[in-house]
């Protein structure tokens, strides 16, 4: 029998141990850290009221799975950092703006002597880049505004995503807004916005060869750069040359559904002295180059597979192994692009919002690919038939009408939720082969469930809280789709 001194001990032993345990499990839970235009790094102490002020002395406190926010507002005198830290596969760092605010990093043309790259990634891996935009960055050097090489070590399985990169570089024509330098390994670079650079929007050079290199959903636009702003460095002549990709030593590149406008060369296979492995160009509009769209030197021809792109207003189509053609010329003499347009995208406003009409060719053209299931927006692909030509996903407006219609045959309760929701279709629709697919907010698939009946309960599994696409697929078509919230 125990005594009451027994059990009073016996509590005391359970609350410690308690304490120590949420202790232990308290430490282990990742913490989120903060930059601010007005932080500092000798008071501050990385908290949202306490911030650090630039990402060289914050990257370098970072652990796996944390996340550094950039506070909002424009953060001049930071250039030419090397990133401190890296992730892991479980638990990648995440660098990205604080939730509905713009941090703006200024190299203010290196006019105040900040010469250099907005970030350096060596010896760095597992790491995102979300949200954030660059502008006015020079380098001498002629890199990169973000700039990956492995002088310091490997450098692998980053993601640069959701960026505005913009009037990067003043120096030469190899200033680029991304940088992927020798041995730079899984790389990927989707959803940004380049506008106006000395250089290319992304290129890949320098031995040893970089690697698993995917580009998709970009939007790149070229243009004069407005570095007449600056003060010590204005415009070289070297700085009038523009690509949207340039793809040197480098194996196993995926270019998908970009939108490149206004270069003056497109996707450009030129140089380097080292190519291997599969290169796959496809869903790409490559529209007004004013020396040609495409072009593949002769150490690329064996290696390339391209086709479902479009063309149109380019100077020329193609340059193929010194061969110049249009896309016809291209069709008949190669096996490549017998599925690609040319033929204008029709644009909502041709050099400033590059979403599709309803008349547009390029709708439907596209092939489907597993690597991504949305558009530069995040609407789920595809909305028809097949993927969209381009970095955007034509989206039909729906009507009220249809929406009531919707409403009938279809629904989704409780939407929020915490735990369970379910799924209703209408009696009147033949459940066959009925699949929910259930996407992040960056496109991949995390969850599908099959639909056997015409009311199903759904519970979220190990699925976190956050925002959700879905789509409902019976008998191999696209019945509905829509937001998810869990609570």
Not at 116 to 130: E, K, T
Request: hydrophobic fraction near 35%; include cysteine; proline fraction near 3%.
């Amino acid at each position: 029998m125990k005594t009451k001194s027994t059990k009073i001990q016996f509590a005391l032993t359970f609350i410690c141990f308690a304490i120590s345990f949420f202790g232990i499990v308290n430490s282990i839970v990742a913490t989120d850290y903060y930059i601010a235009p007005t932080g500092s790094n000798t008071t501050g102490n990385g908290s949202f009221n306490s911030p650090w002020k630039t990402i060289d002395y914050a990257s370098a406190k970072l652990s796996p799975g944390q996340t550094l926010y950039a506070r909002g507002g424009t953060y001049y005198g930071q250039a030419g950092y090397i990133w401190h830290s890296s992730g892991t596969s479980a638990a990648p760092i995440t660098f990205k703006n604080y939730p509905g605010e713009i941090p703006v990093f200024d190299g203010e043309w290196g006019d105040t002597g900040t010469d250099g790259d907005f970030l350096v990634f060596s010896n760095n891996s597992w790491i995102v880049v979300d949200s954030i935009t660059a502008q006015h960055y020079v380098d001498q050097y002629g890199n990169g505004t973000i700039d990956f090489n492995t002088t310091l070590g490997p450098v692998n399985n980053i993601i640069i995503q959701n960026c505005t990169l913009k009037d990067n570089g003043s120096h030469t024509a190899q200033d680029h807004h991304i940088y992927l330098a020798g041995g730079a390994t899984n790389i990927t670079i989707r959803n940004n916005l380049f506008i106006r650079g000395a250089g290319s929007a992304v290129q890949a050079y320098h031995t040893p060869a970089v690697s698993g290199i995917k580009i998709y959903n970009n939007v790149m636009i070229g243009g004069k750069l407005n570095c007449s702003q600056s003060v010590s460095n204005p415009c070289s002549s070297g700085a009038t040359k523009t690509w949207g990709i340039i793809i040197g030593d480098a194996k196993d590149v995926e270019i998908y559904n970009n939108t490149i406008y206004g270069m003056q060369r497109g996707i450009d296979f030129n140089y380097g002295t080292s190519a291997a492995g599969s290169f796959i160009i496809k869903n790409n509009l490559i529209i007004n180059s004013t020396e040609f769209g495409l072009r593949v030197t002769s150490m690329y021809v064996p290696y390339i597979t391209s086709d479902n792109n479009g063309f149109y207003g380019n100077a020329t189509d193609v340059v193929w192994n010194s061969s110049y053609w249009t896309l016809a010329q291209f069709k008949a003499n190669t096996s490549n692009d017998h599925n690609s347009i040319s033929a204008n995208p029709v644009f909502v406003t041709s050099g400033s919002d590059f979403h599709l009409k309803s008349t547009s060719p390029a709708i439907d053209k596209g092939v489907t690919t597993t690597m991504f299931s949305t558009d530069f927006d995040y609407n789920i692909r595809p909305q028809g038939s097949g993927y969209d030509i381009g970095a955007y996903e034509y989206v039909i407006s729906t009507s009220q009408q249809e929406i009531e219609n919707a409403i009938n045959v279809f629904a989704i309760y409780p939407n929020p939720f915490n735990t369970t929701f379910t799924l209703k279709i209408s009696p009147e629709i033949i459940i066959k082969n009925a699949l929910m697919k259930i996407y992040d907010v960056y496109g991949k698939e995390v969850k599908t469930i099959l639909i056997n009946t015409n009311e199903t309960i759904i519970d979220r599994g190990e699925l976190q809280s956050g925002i959700y696409f879905y789509q409902v697929i019976n008998n191999n078509e696209n019945i509905f789709k829509g937001k998810l919230v869990i609570q």
